[in-house]
C-alpha cells in the first residue's frame, strides 16, 4: 500500500485520525474538526481514514479488517499516534494499540491535553488536573486486567492489582485535594460574579473558534487574546461596555463549546462558566462560514441545558458575515433565528446593531423601580440582593427605600412577598414614571 504523504519540514508528533461513519447523510465535514484539533495539540496530520459502518465493533470500534490497514499505515508513515473522532471504551483501546503497535488516543483525551497544554490561571490547570484525573482514573482498573489476562493472574493478588491499589488510592486522594481548592476558588468566584449584581451582565458564548473574544474586545475596553486556534480561551474575562443610553454593563467572555465535549471537562468548568450561569443575557455567537452552523448551534444550546441555563434570554449573533460568499444562508437564518444579529466582529460591521437589540433587550425585561419596606424585612431585602440590580438605598424614619433594576416578572412576586411594600417605577425605555 502506498499513501501521500502531507509535505512538513518540523517534525512534531505524527497522527493518523480515524473514524466510523454511521450514517452519511449528515452533511458534515469529516474529521475536519479533530484535524483542527489535532493540529491545536500540536500534531501533524499525516493520515485520515474513515469507515462506513452499521453499528460500532465492540472490540476494535471499526472493524478488525481496518484496523489492520491502520497498522500497516502507521508503519509506513512512521506515526506517533491514533487519534479516534470518538470517544472509545478502554477495551477498545487496549485491543487497536495491540493490533497497532503505537499509541491511540481518543478525542475526549485529546480535548483534555490540549485544555492542559493552554491552561494558564491556577483555576484553570486545577480544573483540567481534576478532569484528567477522573477521565484516567476508571482506565486504571481495566490495564490492570488486561495485565492479569496476560500473566494468567485472576484471582491471584499479584504485584498488578497492588500497584493498582496504590495508584488508584494515590488518584482518588488528589481528587479530592483538587475538588477541595475548586470548591474554595469557586466560592471566591462566586461571590465576585455576586459583587457584580449591581450591573447587567451579559456573557457571550459559542462554539470553539467562533469570534467570541473578538467580540469582546470590540464591545469593551478588555484586550483579549484572539487566535485561530480552538480553545484559544480558557479564563473567562469581563469588561465595561457603554450603551448609547449612558447605561453601563459587564460582558463575559467564556470558554468555548465543542461538541462531544467530555462530559468532565463541562462540570470542572462550571466556575469558568459561573459568569454565563448568572448572566442577564446571553450573546450566542456563531460563526457563519462554518459548513456545519447548525451541528454548532445544537452543541452549544445543549451544553447550555446542561449548564441551567436554557431559559436565558438570548440574541443569536451570526458572525463573520464579511467572509461568506454564498449570500442566501442569511435569508434562512433570519427565517429561522428571527430576531438575530449579523456582525462581523473583525471589521465591526453590525456592532452598533448589536448595541441597540442589546438595549432594546435590557429595556424589554427590566424596570427601574423604588422600592420602600420596612428595614426588619430581611427575608425581602436578601431576595433583593440577590435577584435585583440595587441601584442605590437610603434609610430613612419609615423605613428602607431601594432604587433597583429589577426584571419585570419579578415585581409580582415582590408584591406576593409582602403586601405592605410600596413600589413606584421607570420604564426604561421612555424614561416617564409610570405605576406599576
Ligand atoms: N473573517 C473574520 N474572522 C473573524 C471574525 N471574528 C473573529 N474572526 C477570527 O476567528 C478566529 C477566532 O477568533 P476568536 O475571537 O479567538 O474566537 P473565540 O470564539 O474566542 O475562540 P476560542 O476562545 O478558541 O473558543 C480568529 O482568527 C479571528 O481573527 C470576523 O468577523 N471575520
Ligand atoms: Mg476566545
Known amino acids: 500500500m502506498k499513501l501521500k504523504e502531507t509535505a512538513f519540514t518540523v517534525r512534531a508528533e505524527r497522527a493518523i485520525l480515524f473514524r466510523a461513519m454511521l450514517n452519511r447523510n449528515r452533511g458534515e465535514a469529516p474529521l475536519e474538526e479533530l484535524q483542527r484539533l489535532a493540529e491545536t495539540a500540536g500534531a501533524r496530520v499525516v493520515y485520515t481514514a474513515i469507515q462506513n459502518r452499521i453499528s460500532i465493533d465492540p472490540v476494535y470500534y471499526l472493524g478488525k479488517g481496518k484496523a489492520l490497514e491502520l497498522a500497516d499505515a502507521a508503519k509506513e508513515l512512521d506515526a506517533d499516534v491514533l487519534i479516534c473522532d470518538d470517544d472509545l471504551t478502554p477495551a477498545q483501546v ?41 477521565y484516567t482514573k476508571p482506565r486504571l482498573k481495566r490495564m490492570w486486567t488486561h495485565l492479569s489476562r496476560i500473566e494468567g493472574g485472576i484471582g491471584t493478588r499479584g504485584p498488578g492489582e497492588k500497584q493498582l491499589e496504590v495508584d488508584k488510592r494515590i488518584i482518588s486522594r488528589k481528587i479530592q485535594y483538587l475538588k477541595k481548592k475548586l470548591y474554595e476558588v469557586e466560592k471566591r468566584q462566586e461571590r465576585l460574579v455576586s459583587s457584580r449584581k449591581e450591573f447587567f451582565t451579559i456573557s457571550i458564548v459559542g462554539y470553539t473558534n467562533a469570534g467570541k473574544s473578538t467580540l469582546m474586545n470590540a464591545l469593551t475596553d478588555v484586550d483579549t487574546l484572539v487566535e485561530d486556534k480552538l480553545f484559544a480561551t480558557l479564563d473567562t474575562k469581563t469588561g465595561m461596555c457603554r450603551l448609547e443610553n449612558g447605561k453601563k454593563i459587564l460582558i463575559s467572555d467564556t470558554v468555548g463549546f465543542i461538541q462531544k465535549l467530555p462530559h468532565h471537562l463541562i462540570s470542572s468548568f462550571k466556575a469558568t462558566l459561573e459568569e454565563a450561569r448568572h448572566a442577564d443575557l446571553l450573546l450566542h455567537v456563531v460563526d457563519i462560514s462554518s459548513p456545519v452552523v447548525q451541528e454548532q448551534i445544537d452543541a452549544v444550546n445543549a451544553v447550555l441545558k446542561e449548564l441551567g441555563c436554557d431559559n436565558k434570554p438570548v440574541i443569536m449573533v451570526f458572525n463573520k458575515v464579511d467572509t461568506i460568499t454564498n449570500e442566501s444562508i442569511v435569508p434562512l437564518l433570519r427565517n429561522r433565528y428571527g430576531d438575530c444579529v449579523m456582525i462581523s466582529a473583525k471589521t465591526q460591521r453590525g456592532i452598533e446593531d448589536l448595541k441597540r437589540r442589546i438595549e432594546g433587550e435590557l429595556e424589554q425585561n427590566f424596570v427601574e423601580i423604588e422600592l420602600s419596606c420596612s428595614p426588619g424585612n430581611g427575608k425581602l431585602i436578601a431576595y433583593l440582593h440577590e435577584h435585583a440590580h440595587i441601584i442605590n438605598s437610603q434609610f430613612h424614619e419609615q423605613g428602607v427605600t431601594f ?34
Open 94 to 134: 487496549r485491543n487497536l494499540e495491540k493490533v497497532i503497535g503505537k499509541k491511540v488516543i481518543d478525542r475526549s483525551e485529546l480535548i483534555l491535553d490540549i485544555f492542559a497544554t493552554r491552561a494558564k490561571t491556577f483555576q484553570a490547570k486545577l480544573q483540567v488536573e481534576l478532569a484528567q484525573l477522573e
Open 403 to 436: 432604587k433597583l433594576l429589577v426584571e419585570n416578572r419579578l415585581i409580582h412576586k415582590l408584591r406576593m412577598m409582602d403586601s405592605d411594600i410600596q413600589i413606584q417605577g421607570t420604564s426604561l425605555s421612555d424614561g416617564a414614571d409610570t405605576d406599576i
